[in-house]
T-cell receptor, first 112, second 114 residues
Framework: GENVEQHPSTLSVQEGDSAVIKCTYS??????FPWYKQELGKRPQLIID?????GEKKDQRIAVTLNKTAKHFSLHITETQPEDSAVYFC???????????FGQGTTLQVKP | DTGVSQNPRHKITKRGQNVTFRCDPI?????LYWYRQTLGQGPEFLTY????????KSRLLSDRFSAERPKGSFSTLEIQRTEQGDSAMYLC????????????FGQGTRLTVV
């Protein structure tokens, strides 16, 4: 069935360090991979996404890489700041439905 | 606010009662999704609509759950004979139907069954 595994479940870094979160998906037909940030008590908000026709995408301090062969994708945050502290979710979907299959989430703590 | 709107924000109900939640998507979005999120977990897909047609339902959606989108605009999710295990955050999201467009989430309805 459709499944997304996300690691680590918690991540603590010092301000200014980099953070990496990794996900693996099971459905080889998945072609869209968004990352959402969710602060406590708030809605998930898209921070970056990648489509299956590219291997890497960058937006300022955030980058995502995709390895379709291995069915892996990763989120990289550089120069972390305390306001990056939140729960991050990866997801995978297919364009015919847009249904998102989410990973279990990573709680990122950035210590000042 | 022209984003996805959900009402109510919070609902406390007694076990066995019926509850109904409403979602108003972004107006030009054809696709509407319902997800359930429990503490410490990622959102889990429940069901999705393309305009007024309900095209997919998760096995998580027991026969006590029903969703509608009568005119292809707002949607309702009803839970009959609520159980304590139904306590969760119910999230609605909408997107356009072009390939791989962003899904925008509402703020959710937090249901507590006592």
């Amino acid at each position: 069935g459709e499944n997304v595994e996300q690691h680590p479940s918690t991540l603590s870094v010092q301000e200014g360090d980099s953070a990496v979160i990794k996900c693996t998906y099971s459905d080889s037909a998945s072609n869209y991979f968004p990352w959402y940030k969710q602060e406590l008590g708030k809605r998930p908000q898209l921070i970056i996404d990648i489509r299956s026709n590219v291997g890497e995408k960058k937006d300022q301090r955030i980058a995502v890489t995709l390895n379709k062969t291995a069915k892996h994708f990763s989120l990289h945050i550089t120069e972390t700041q305390p306001e990056d502290s939140a729960v991050y979710f990866c997801a995978a979907s297919k364009s015919n439905t847009g249904k998102l299959i989410f990973g279990q989430g990573t709680t990122l703590q950035v210590k000042p | 606010d022209t984003g996805v709107s959900q009402n109510p924000r919070h609902k406390i109900t007694k076990r066995g009662q019926n509850v109904t939640f409403r979602c108003d998507p972004i107006s030009e979005h054809n696709r509407l999704y319902w997800y359930r999120q429990t503490l410490g977990q990622g959102p889990e897909f429940l069901t999705y609509f393309q305009n007024e047609a309900q095209l997919e339902k998760s096995r998580l959606l027991s026969d006590r759950f029903s969703a509608e989108r009568p005119k292809g605009s707002f949607s309702t999710l009803e839970i009959q004979r609520t159980e304590q295990g139904d306590s969760a955050m119910y999230l609605c999201a909408s997107s356009g139907d072009r390939l791989n467009t962003e899904a925008f989430f509402g703020q959710g309805t937090r249901l507590t069954v006592v």
